[in-house]
RNA sequence: GGGUCUGUAGCUUAGUCAGGUAGAGCACCGGGCUUUUAACCCGGGGGUCGCGGGUUCGAACCCCGUCAGACCCGCCA
């Protein structure tokens, strides 16, 4: 059974209506890791609704989050923002310094996020957590928080082992200046939460509205009883024992309502480089992932990859495969009755995957395929340069009848995008060569040269169609008794360098007949 | 130091929760295809399931130990 169903049949087991959550804090661009915390949550939805069970996705914005620091991406004159509730503060300009557009923050890298997040299917209740803090809807768990002070302190002390400060309170208040950092509490009468500031400035905040936030721990357990969320998957950084899921069950349960079940997911690395952060810059962005992989299959790596297993994204020869499989899967999936017990689990489960892949739920997955592989699709991407030759090219090769699909024409476009840019997989490219080299050259025998230099006269006048150049190929071949394979060995090593490749009659009639007479008249 | 996860063919992995003689894809090798030599079809080799113990009639799977890797324990998905 796939991860998704098995999460919503234990879920189910448990709780009623379902209502899956997950949460992110805008600090930064958003990450394909990011994804990873969307997706699999959103999977568990769509595996609720697919088993008839009321479900409702949630994506919760920790726009109430402080500014910790200023990050590598921006401007010194952030400094005067940190400890300001990201949703207080002004969009950072593409130089890092804060623009007076009025746009802020939070909004700045959500916007783009909540974009990809539609084209790969993916239609959340997106919940702001300022405006929770602003309808009041924390006020009755804060005033819990703070009548249980002592004990909520303590949980936190056992469980994670660190120690808090002898003045530590369950509710942070935003001071006079903006800035929810140096503001000492000074007393509490509900609503309101009294406070001195770093400027020694005397304030109060109304616990009903965003003049203050709890502190990470417990504003995720008061949300679980306030959303009512009954499956929230953790990154494995808040899974940790000690972590904040394991303070955030009593914490919750203290705040008088039942937590959802642990579940930890482990992170995306890219390939290579180790984790993913926004901090430092080491990411991918889902923008630019779906820029060269189409969703589905963005979608796919995600799903049948087990939830504590760690993914390895890679935008390099990996892709190809996880393309092809999938491509494989779709047109050729696993079937079959009176299977033994543990394959028809291996069945289920990749049958889950790609139901769970597909970007509009409940889709036939025969839809989202392009009856093309990658690599042939990057191959011909790389000599054909007008779209219509490759149409033409795979309808004659039956890889295609008639007009391309939409899921083609997309893949395509996609597929142009990686070649050009620096994630296309070295070993996939297809390399002209100036002339043939010695080393190559070497390995001519005198039969071989002699079929190069009677195709090169013919070259002068022929007609310059795949067809007929594949004709003369042939002729040639047979006129002066050479294998056919040897003919195309020895035009390979011409014209790319090694001894095998891609159709070569596509990639010579692609190129000019002054290119192919210049490398011809250069190494013979 | 404490903890979590992972370790199965050259590579990516399924199977571990409910124990019943290791399954797939890629790659590789061989064959076929008389316009596809990065296409397509067919076939093949390849695994002491990290290691050592234990429980069991039987262990990749359960238990104990051990090694290796990744990660978490201020913030991070």
């Given at each position: 059974m796939h991860w998704a169903d098995h999460t919503a049949m234990r879920l189910t087991e448990q709780y009623g209506p379902q209502v899956i959550a997950s949460g992110i804090t805008p600090s930064g661009e958003f990450h394909i890791g990011h994804l990873r915390e969307i997706l699999t949550a959103e999977m568990i939805h769509r595996a609720c609704l697919d088993a008839k069970i009321d479900s409702e996705y949630i994506f919760i914005v920790d726009s109430m989050d402080p500014l910790r620091r200023v990050y590598s991406f921006l401007s010194d004159e952030y400094e005067k923002y940190i400890g300001y509730p990201l949703v207080n503060i002004p969009a950072p300009n593409p130089d890092g310094s804060p623009s007076n557009?009025?746009?802020n923050y939070a909004n700045h890298f959500l916007g783009p996020f909540l974009e990809s997040l539609k084209e790969i299917g993916v239609y959340p209740r997106v919940v702001m957590n300022h405006k929770t803090y602003e309808d009041g809807e924390f006020a009755e768990k804060i005033d819990l928080a703070i009548n249980n002070k002592e004990k909520i302190h303590e949980i936190i002390e056992n469980i994670s082992g660190r120690e808090l400060p002898e003045d530590w309170f369950p509710y942070n208040p935003i001071g006079s200046d903006g800035s929810m950092d140096g503001v000492r509490v000074t007393g509490y009468e509900r609503p309101y939460v009294f406070w001195t500031d770093k400027h020694g400035i005397d304030g109060r905040s109304d616990?009903?509205?965003?003049d203050g936030k709890m502190p990470w721990r417990v504003d995720w357990a008061a949300r679980w009883g306030i959303h009512g969320i009954t499956c929230e998957p953790a990154g494995k950084d808040h899974g940790a024992s000690g972590g904040s899921f394991d303070t955030g069950i009593p914490i919750c349960k203290l705040l008088g309502s039942e937590p959802p079940g642990k579940m930890v997911y482990e992170w995306i690395q890219l390939k290579g480089s180790g984790p993913m952060s926004s901090s430092s810059g080491n990411t991918i962005g889902p923008i630019e992932a779906l820029d060269l992989v189409p969703p589905e299959i963005l979608r796919y790596i995600i799903a049948r990859t087990k939830v504590k297993k760690h993914i390895?994204?890679?935008?390099?020869?990996s892709l190809f495969e996880t393309a092809d499989e999938y491509e494989r899967l779709v047109s050729n999936p696993p079937s079959g009755e009176g299977l033994s017990k543990k394959k028809k689990v291996a069945k289920d489960t990749i049958l889950g995957s790609l139901r769970l892949s597909q970007?509009?739920?409940?889709?036939?997955?025969?839809?989202?395929?392009?009856?093309?592989?990658f690599r042939h699709l990057a191959m011909l991407a790389q000599i054909k340069s007008r779209d219509q030759d490759i149409w033409d090219s795979l309808n004659n090769s039956k890889h295609i009848d008639g007009e391309p699909n939409e899921s083609l024409v997309g893949r395509l476009s996609r597929m142009r995008n990686w070649i050009e840019g620096v994630h296309f997989p070295d070993d996939a490219r297809i390399r002209i060569q100036g002339q043939i080299s010695e080393e190559n050259k070497q390995k001519l025998t005198e039969q071989q040269k002699l079929f190069l230099s009677e195709l090169s006269s013919e070259f002068e006048s022929c007609e310059w169609t795949e067809n007929r150049v594949n004709e003369l190929i042939r002729e040639i071949t047979m006129k002066i008794g050479i294998g056919r394979r040897e003919g195309y060995v020895a035009l390979y090593l011409l014209i790319?360098?090694?001894d095998y490749g891609p159709r070569i009659a596509s990639i010579i009639t692609e190129l000019s007949r002054k290119q192919i007479m210049q490398i011809f008249s250069k190494s013979l």
């Open positions: 557009e009025g746009k616990i009903r509205k965003a390895d994204f890679d935008t390099g020869p970007v509009n739920r409940g889709e036939d997955p025969s839809k989202s395929i392009a009856g093309v592989s790319l360098g090694t």
